[in-house]
Every structure is written in C-alpha cells, then in structure tokens.
C-alpha cells in the first residue's frame, strides 16, 4: 500500500519469516537500504569482488501479494572527499555500498 507520502513499505523474508522493514518510494530503492544492510561482506573492498557472492534477497511489499526478488551484494569503500559534516567529526573512513539486480516478482497465495 503506498501511503501518503508515496513511499511503499517492505519486509524481508528469511526463511519464509518476516524480519526487517525497508520504506521507498520504489521497490529497488528499499532493496538497496536492505543490501546495505547483509551480513558476511565485510571483506569486499570492490563491488566486483562482491557481486561474485551476491545473496537472495526476498521483499514482501505490504499490502499486497508480491514479493520482489533481488540479487544483493555489497561491499566497502572509502568515505567521499566531501564526506558531510558529522562524518568528519566521527573520522569515518569508510562507507557501504549496496547493489541489487533484479530477478523477478512472485505472488503469494493468501
């Protein structure tokens, strides 16, 4: 359902349960918040190493029957020169970035 901001809420499903939420105007933009997010890539130091390993991921949007269905990666990179203000003062070195490839759409039977 999308709300009155025009932002659509989505939950992951692990295993078949419902874990974390995401928001996003489009179903892409939360599956990206939700790459960002993945265990086990702390090691990645390039998008290329990481989207050898890329992850499942499955999004229930709320409201309807459809689930979206990512491949995921993501990995860490340094912090931009123009890092924004309360990075600098935290001495942020390093940031994570997120990248999904969309595989397909499935509809749940309720």
Known sequence: ???????????????????????GRMPRQAALKAARRLEGYESYGSEDEAKEDPT?????????????????WAWHDSAPDDKPGWMQDNEVSTVTRGNVSKQGIEHIDK
């Open 56 to 72: 499942e991921i499955r999004l229930l949007e709320r409201g309807t029957d459809r689930v979206h269905i990512y491949d995921a």
């Open 1 to 23: 359902m999308v709300r009155e901001d025009g932002k659509r809420n989505f939950v992951m499903l692990e295993d078949g349960e419902k874990t974390k939420q995401f928001t």
